[in-house]
């Protein structure tokens, strides 16, 4: 795979990884094994994809107040944790086995996510204790459906949990586990989908930095991958920032789907070959 490839293909897969929360590496990492790169060394150039494509992003939707900060901070206390036990145990398992572990996780997104489809807004959510000694809520403007939009959260403890195997995840396949993240976020938390997708992206980049260290100390993050795929996912990224809050939320979870699809068949067609 050559310079301009690779470049190309990070544009898109950061601009993908933006609108659905799912990070870019996620969408890199089947692709790569595809054209051959060992698994272990696509899963560490991904983890320098996701940062750049979190970078990317999350400024603009932080300013926007589409990223709920607050709740970024709580969750993001799980996925580290999770991301270094992670990655640390990919370094002892065999690389066939990621395959169909990350196609676990994936249709566990998929099944989760799917039940809430028709939904513009989460309905008739009622804050718990913790929800509200947290202060998890918020608000922002949303350009589709032209108007200020108030939300609340609920079940926070059951949410961590979820996060540290989404941050398991992340560091065993480098992919900042944004599908599950988000699977959590609006099925647990029961965060409307662009707040889910937006703070997904703010918190992937921190968990990608922990999980990122264990793979350059094990020698398996090659830069000559990992450069050009950074600064194409970045760019794709900027991209995805500027077009989210144009879209209704039931578009950017019909797009999370499908993407969700691609992923899993890839993921099981790899492990099976593999």
Do not use: C
Not at 49 to 59: D, L, R, V
Not at 97 to 116: D, E, I, P
């Amino acid at each position: 795979m050559n310079l301009s490839t690779i470049l190309s293909l990070s544009v898109v897969s950061g601009f993908l990884g933006a609108l659905t929360g799912l990070g870019g590496g996620s969408i890199m990492i089947p692709i790569l094994a595809a054209a051959g790169v060992p698994l272990r060394r696509a899963i560490a150039a991904s983890m320098v994809t996701i940062i750049a494509t979190s970078s990317g992003s999350a400024a603009s939707y932080v300013r926007d107040r589409l990223a709920n900060v607050r709740a970024a901070f709580y969750l993001e206390m799980f996925t580290i944790t999770g991301a270094i036990v992670g990655a640390t145990i990919t370094t002892l398992i065999a690389p066939r086995l990621l395959y169909f572990f990350f196609a676990a996780f994936l249709a566990t997104s998929f099944l989760g996510v799917r039940r809430h489809m028709k939904e513009e807004m989460p309905e008739n959510v009622k804050p718990d204790r913790l929800a509200r000694w947290l202060g998890l809520r918020g608000s922002y403007y949303d350009q589709a459906l032209k108007r200020q939009v108030s939300y609340e959260m609920t079940r926070p403890l059951l949410g961590g949990l979820g996060m540290f195997i989404a941050g398991l995840a992340a560091g065993m396949l480098g992919i900042g586990a944004g599908a599950f993240k988000v699977s959590v976020h609006e099925v647990v938390l029961r965060m409307p989908s662009k707040v889910s997708s937006t703070t997904s992206n703010f918190i992937i980049g921190m968990t990608a930095l922990a999980g990122a260290s264990v793979y350059f100390a094990s020698g398996l993050l090659y830069l000559d991958l990992a450069a050009p795929m950074a600064v194409g996912a970045t760019i794709g990224a900027l991209m995805g920032g500027r077009v989210l809050n144009r879209l209704s939320n039931k578009s950017v979870r019909a797009l999370f789907l499908v993407i969700l699809v691609y992923l899993i068949v890839q993921m099981l067609y790899n492990g099976i070959k593999a």
